[in-house]
């Protein structure tokens, strides 16, 4: 054998290696590992609830119910159509009284809407009063936390 031939075959083997390696890692990242079923086994009840009802996928840490990328196409109202006549407005321009409206419907929210209704801000293209957003995202953030 000449040189130009073991080189080649270097080459190859080396190739087949990497390749075999590549597909068994997609492999093992495929297949659920004892650490995650022992995860879901361990998970809570309403987390459970939540994937099996299809509200989460289960495949996050945080469910899609307290993240505030908006996956959504169509608002979702909680009872604030009167937020509407803000579409599009700056924050910045409300006044005192207006502010009073967001703070009627943002008080009157249950933590776990908290981030529906930012979303649901978001499509509607209304923008919230600063303090009232600090607070709806250190309420997401503790419900983040407390999970």
């Known amino acids: 054998m000449n040189t130009k031939t073991i080189i080649l075959l270097i080459i190859f083997f080396t190739i087949l290696v990497s ?3 590549y597909m068994d ?7 659920p ?7 879901f086994t361990n998970m809570s009840e309403e987390r459970k609830r ?6 989460c996928c289960g495949q996050h840490e945080v469910c899609e119910r307290d993240s505030l990328i908006n996956t959504r196409i169509q608002a979702e109202y909680y009872d604030d159509e009167e937020l ?4 599009g407005r700056n924050p910045e321009s409300y006044t005192e009284e207006e502010i009073k409206l967001f703070n009627d419907v943002f008080y009157t929210l249950k933590e776990g809407d908290v981030s529906g209704w930012l ?7 209304i923008e919230i009063p600063q303090n009232l957003k600090d607070e709806a995202l250190f309420i997401i953030q503790e419900r983040r936390f407390n999970k």
Do not use: V
Not at 25 to 31: C, D, E, N, S
């Open 19 to 21: 390749y075999l390696i």
């Open 119 to 125: 979303k649901s801000m978001q499509i509607r293209e």
């Open 84 to 87: 509407d006549q803000f579409k």
């Open 33 to 39: 590992n004892t650490e995650e079923k022992k995860e």
């Open 50 to 55: 939540a994937i099996e009802s299809g509200e």
């Open 25 to 31: 890692k997609r492999r093992r990242a495929r297949t």
